[in-house]
């Protein structure tokens, strides 16, 4: 069993991390990606549960279930294809380790029973960074949040954007983030935030907006 080199303290912020083994693929489809949004949700609790025991019925609400004694408060959070990343910081003693414990095993079982295959689908245990500066904890909420342009342009950080309005439009669209809240977007999926454990460096969306686009060059 692995150990953590650096333990996860309370009141301290983290960048969470991990992607597939050998870089595969973790998330296929819409369904892939909505259900370990949902598992975001269902997973903050220190009750156990079964995904399956919730119902098989399409239209069932996940986001309706009362969590007892919620793990970790996430800031923010972005799929990729192959990897995913996550701004975290926790409510009670190990409270990262249980929740991502949670999310890793529930979304595994339902990835190798969906396609068919064994074996460990991560590439190791989560990997944690800890923020130990203001302005790279800003800076977090922009870097999150700004990874689906390697979509639509893989370089961009190093050739900049070539079509900056389409990138800005991207990021609007792209519903496995949660740049959508950020913005002001009316969703469901809202109640996986809860920054009021972060600082307030976004007191409106006009304050976030103006942040991305620096980051853009849009201005």
Known sequence: M??????????EYYHIYNRGNSKQKIFHDKEDYLRFISLFY????????????????????????ERINPLVDIGAYCLMPNHFHIL????????????????????????NKKYKRTGGLF????????????NHLKYLFSYIHLNPIKLIQKDWKEKG?????????????????????FIGEKRIQNKILDTNSFPKYFPNKTSFVEEILDWLSLR
Do not use: C, P, W
Request: a positive charge; aromatic letters at 16%; charged letters at 25%.
């Open 2 to 11: 692995s150990i953590r080199k650096t333990d996860l303290v309370e009141g």
């Open 42 to 65: 269902i997973s903050n609790s220190s009750e156990s549960f079964n995904f399956y025991d919730l119902g098989r019925n399409t239209n069932f609400n996940v986001y309706e279930i």
């Open 88 to 111: 975290i910081t926790q409510k009670i003693e190990n409270g990262i380790s249980k929740f991502m414990q949670k999310l890793s095993t529930s979304y595994s079982m339902y990835y």
């Open 123 to 134: 590439e190791g245990k989560f990997k944690s960074q800890h923020t130990e500066t203001d």
């Open 161 to 181: 954007i070539k079509n900056k309005k389409e990138a800005l439009k991207y990021l609007s669209s792209y519903f496995y983030s949660s740049y959508l809240d």
